[in-house]
């Protein structure tokens, strides 16, 4: 199989992982704001549809600070 090349490894990134952070944080909160509802599904979906678009960018562009930060703050071995 053939790899994708290293420099999408960042975006790739920011997108898998706030793409399942959002769906389940979009999920919890929908299910906190209307419960059960029979039409739960179809509200996580369009909150997840909201959500996902801005958490993606704002990773990409805020992990850069984060591990300035952590690399101030932790032992590198």
Known sequence: M??????TQPVLF???TTAFASFLVSGISTWRAVGFAPDLPL????????????AAPAMYFIAPRVRRLLARVCEIN
């Open 2 to 7: 053939k790899k994708l090349p290293a420099f």
């Open 14 to 16: 920011a997108t898998l």
């Open 43 to 54: 509200r996580w979906i369009n909150a997840w549809l909201l959500s996902w678009p801005v």
